[in-house]
Each structure stands twice: as C-alpha cells, then as structure tokens.
C-alpha cells in the first residue's frame, strides 16, 4: 500500500512557473511508477506525466511536453512535477498517483493506478 500527498499547488500568472510535489510513503515505494494526472472543472481527468521506478524512463502528454518535466528522488520518497510556461489551461487539480510497475502500454490510463492523493489546486491566471 502506498500513501500520496501532494503539495505546492497555488495561483500562478500565465507564462510563469510552479512545482507540485508529491510525498509518498509506504512499503518500496521505489518500485513503484509515480504518475501526475489533471483534472479541471467539468472535465475529466487526464493524463499529465509519469516516471517509472528508476527514474530512467518519463512519459508526457503532448499537452505539456517540453514544458513540464517530472522527477523523483527515491532517498527521500518523492515525486516532482516542474511546471513551466504555465498557460489558463493548465488550470486544474493536480493529483498523484502511484502503479506498480509502471507499463509502456498503458502508463496514461486512470485506471491502471491504485493509489492515489488528494490533490492539489494550481490556477493559472491570464
């Protein structure tokens, strides 16, 4: 079982920047593909960026690639999510979210990941 809390949400200006973190806890949690994923008012959520176990091997949206960069650091169990050129629609609550072994085939789906944290709010203002 794996725990996840997410922090460092906030209001931003569009063009700035912001990172998101996640504390996880639990048993090896080294093992364990994190992921970030988005979900803004009447939408429903999406896929952000995922890391696996290592660190080796990142995944992105088109939305966000080469603007966003996730990272990790296993010594101290977390996951981070550094937001760059934020834009409006980067407007959402941010969750993280943990799969044991993280999979090619389907590291963008909801429901390949169990655990989950709470979230947390980022506002890009115009």
């Known amino acids: 079982q794996v725990q996840l809390v997410e922090s460092g949400g906030g209001v931003v200006q569009a063009g700035g920047s912001l990172r998101v973190s996640c504390a996880a806890s639990?048993?090896?949690?080294?093992?364990?593909?994190l992921a970030w994923f988005r979900q803004a008012p009447g939408k429903e959520r999406e896929f952000v960026s995922a890391?696996?176990?290592?660190?080796?091997?990142?995944y992105y949206a088109d939305s966000v690639k080469g603007r966003f960069t996730i990272s990790r650091d296993n010594a101290e169990n977390m996951v981070y999510l550094q937001m760059s050129s934020l834009k409006p629609e980067d407007t959402a609550i941010y969750y993280c979210?943990?799969?044991?072994?993280?999979?090619?085939?389907?590291?963008?789906?909801?429901?390949?990941?169990?655990?989950w944290g709470q979230g947390t709010q980022v506002t890009v203002s115009a």
């Open positions: 979210a943990a799969v044991l072994f993280l999979r090619s085939a389907d590291y963008c789906s909801v429901s390949e990941y169990r655990h």
């Open positions: 639990g048993r090896d949690v080294s093992i364990y593909g």
């Open positions: 890391i696996s176990g290592s660190g080796g091997t990142t």
